[in-house]
């Protein structure tokens, strides 16, 4: 499996976007595997702004915004507000990887409870909900996430996220050498995985002629 890493927040509407329209154009490509990278746009301590309309338009989200969510089956409301702190959300995902659970599942619901049904994610009871469908205990799942078992994962994945990653826009996504940046729309999208597997499967031969040699 070639591995498509994806560096992201709950909290950003680009995110929201851009990884629906990865999902839909992934269908596409069975043999990519994604893998999740944390990146909080609001780590503790910072403040907790509020989600405020524009001032001339009264609207939340730009029009253009709300309508490429649409296309890829996304609802854009008003999110909970203050903007949540994402980092137990993340320790959320953390407990799903490590007993089973469906990652992608879980990240699905937690974007949508924050940005379609105005739920605050920051909530351990609110992500128990979340965690609860996608096939974990999810008392075993309150009980760790209250007790911040999974904080140093945490920071091992923020470490790497704002250190060594060199991501500095989200959402961001890495194959095969390539990268790409945005809620690029799923076309281009589909474009940047096709071209990734081109990448792989040139650097594969590469390899297997420089070892019959």
Sequence with gaps: MMKLHVYFDYTCPFCYLGIGQLTAAAKAFPEIEIVWHPFELLPRPMARPEHKPDPETGELWAPALVAEAAKVGLALRRPFSPAPYTDKAFQGMHFVAAHGGDVQAYNKRVFRAHFDRGR?????DVLTDIASDVGVDAYAFNGL???GRYSDAQQKALRHAYFESGVEELPTYKLAGLRIS????????EKFLSDGLKNEQKSETAKAESGSE
């Design 120 to 124: 605050d994610i920051g909530d351990p």
């Design 182 to 189: 945005g809620a690029v729309g799923q076309e281009t999208m």
């Design 145 to 147: 996430m209250k007790e």
